[in-house]
């Protein structure tokens, strides 16, 4: 299952790399305010689902751009084609594929592909996470005042604003930094990998996460909502660090103004 996700992965990037070099000659509509999808979105979206369903054509599929078939099945594929679609419409380098599949709910098998930098992170349930075949950790830093964070600023539901900048004044005082790249399954990725020692969004849909969420957990981390329980990808509240800064982090998002 995941050398399947790999192979439909790559095909996306390859699809997305070469249309990077034209970005003026694309179609692109506006799904919402702040939410754009292109050709690009949608061509990737149709090559990782066509070759899914050759492979495994019972399994349901959930989708940023076609949405759900068959979600009521015991597996399920959770994709995001294009992940960061306004920086790539921008040739802002920081975009992927992400392809999570769930069993039963529960993430198993996960992949997200950064074709600008050309890194492939896997993960299996059980069997730990690897960027290009080498097995990745989450940081070790036990102190927030040591930690540098990653975000996403709220662009759809633009009403949590107010809430999230609380939030952003909160962990900007108690950390050593904060980054928003704009790609939250590459941010998860970069948990797991140890380049930033946690995450946290709200306003997320179960395709930004899927494969994330994984990848943090194989890797040592702990992700949950913002209570530290499950159910973040019906929330689309996340937070994702390693095990010592945790419970920390989330009391600090916790925190009034």
């Not at 992400?98 to 492939?120: C, F, W």
């Not at 950390?175 to 998860?188: E, H, N």
């Amino acid at each position: 299952m995941l050398n399947t996700a790999v192979k439909a992965a790559r095909k996306a990037g390859t699809l997305i790399s070469r249309a990077s070099f034209d970005i003026d000659k694309l179609n692109v509509r506006r799904k919402r305010q702040n939410d754009f999808v292109s050709e690009v979105d949608e061509a990737a979206e149709e090559a990782i689902i066509k070759i899914l369903r050759e492979t495994y054509p019972s399994h349901g599929i959930l989708a940023e751009e076609s949405g759900s078939h068959g979600t009521d099945a015991e597996y399920v594929w959770v994709i995001d084609p294009l992940d960061g679609t306004t920086n790539f419409l921008h040739g802002f380098p920081q975009y992927c594929v992400s392809i999570g599949l769930l069993h039963k709910g529960k993430p198993t098998q996960a992949v997200v592909y950064d074709p600008n930098r050309n890194e492939l992170f896997t993960a299996s349930k059980g069997v730990g996470a690897y960027l290009n075949d080498r097995r990745i950790r989450v940081t070790r830093t036990d102190k927030l005042e040591d930690a540098l964070m990653a975000t996403g600023f709220p662009f759809r539901e633009v009403e949590h604003l107010d809430q999230y900048l609380t939030m952003f004044r909160n962990v900007t005082k108690a950390t050593s930094g904060i980054r928003r790249p704009g790609a939250a399954a590459l941010d998860l990725a970069w948990v797991a990998c140890g380049r930033v020692d946690g995450f946290w969004e709200i306003g997320l849909s179960p395709w930004d996460m899927a494969a994330g969420a994984l990848l943090v957990r194989e890797a040592g981390g702990l992700i949950g909502d913002l209570d530290g329980n499950e159910g973040f990808l019906e929330s689309g509240r996340v937070v994702a660090t390693n095990a010592k800064l945790f419970s920390a982090m989330l009391q600090l998002l916790k925190q009034k103004g």
